[in-house]
């Protein structure tokens, strides 16, 4: 595993001293700053880059994920690797500039990822169109991707319509250009678990029930993401059911009940 990455744009700004010390010394934007990770946005040579250092999350951590049944996010490695196979499977994503990592103890190791910001351009979760054939282009190409990501042997762990960025399009006839962002939580394996599946998918869907979803734009996405008619996606009904119950048990822990119109959209079984 490699322990240290620089870009050759970034070198000149990394020539001397320790690589995780000087990025723990910058300031920025913040975006996200816990006990244990620090997200922030910088330029460095005039250029957007995206920064996320992680410290020592703790033996107290890693026991109460391991309790849990969920892999620990024990640094940037996970990223790193993810956006690794995904960049070598052709998955739009991040570009990483600069790695590191240090120590030897899980629970006190230290690491960084600088990721080029990908600019401009709108989280799916914020974006809206009344453009029909716009929605139905992006849901194709969210399901184009999805397949992508899962055959490349990578689940996402925090897979919403927010970790999907469109880039800015020039006109309404201009491609669809979407990435992939935020794996800090991804795993990397030679196939993805079907339970891992599940949970991806469920978290996409339940992220896209305030979207305007209609039950034809699901079967949409079952039959872009499946790759085969939809009468031959849906004889893996189980699978489709085990996503869809996955997403009604996400929206229930927000909400007392089921809108109509979601549990319309939520009714797979009834589909033809």
């Known amino acids: 595993m490699i322990r240290d990455f620089v870009a050759p744009e970034l070198r000149a700004y990394f020539s001397g001293g320790d690589l995780f010390e000087q990025l723990d010394r910058m300031q920025g934007e913040v975006f996200r700053e816990v006990a244990a990770r620090r997200t922030f946005k910088l330029d460095i040579g005039g250029k957007p880059y995206f920064v996320k250092l992680h410290h020592g999350v703790g033996w107290g951590e890693i026991f109460k994920n391991l309790f849990q049944g969920r892999p620990p996010v024990l640094g940037a490695r996970d990223e790193w690797l993810a956006i690794e196979r995904l960049t ?9 500039s600069l790695y590191c990592e240090r120590g030897q103890n899980p629970a006190a190791l230290r690491s960084a990822i600088v990721t080029e910001s990908l600019e401009p351009s709108t989280s799916l979760e914020d974006y809206e169109t009344p453009d029909p054939l716009v929605k139905r282009r992006i849901l194709q190409e969210v399901a184009r991707l999805s397949r992508q990501m899962h055959l490349a042997g990578v689940n996402h762990r925090d897979f919403y319509l927010c970790h999907f960025l469109m880039r800015r399009r020039e006109s309404e006839d201009a ?4 990435h ?3 794996l800090h ?6 196939r993805v678990p079907r339970r891992w599946l599940v949970k ?3 978290g996409l869907l339940f992220s896209a029930l305030g979207k305007g979803l209609t039950r034809r734009d699901l079967l949409r996405f079952i039959r872009t993401y499946s790759d085969r008619p939809l009468r031959e996606a849906l004889r893996d009904r189980a699978l489709w059911q085990c996503v869809v119950a996955r997403a009604r048990n996400l929206h229930l822990q927000d909400h007392e009940s ?3 119109d979601v549990a319309r959209l939520l009714r ?3 589909a033809s």
């Open 258 to 260: 089921i809108p109509a």
């Open 175 to 178: 491609p669809v250009k979407l």
């Open 185 to 190: 939580r991804a795993q990397v394996r030679d």
């Open 200 to 202: 991806d998918l469920g």
């Open 180 to 182: 992939l962002i935020d």
């Open 88 to 96: 070598a499977r052709g998955v739009p994503t991040m570009t990483a």
């Open 268 to 270: 797979l079984e009834r």
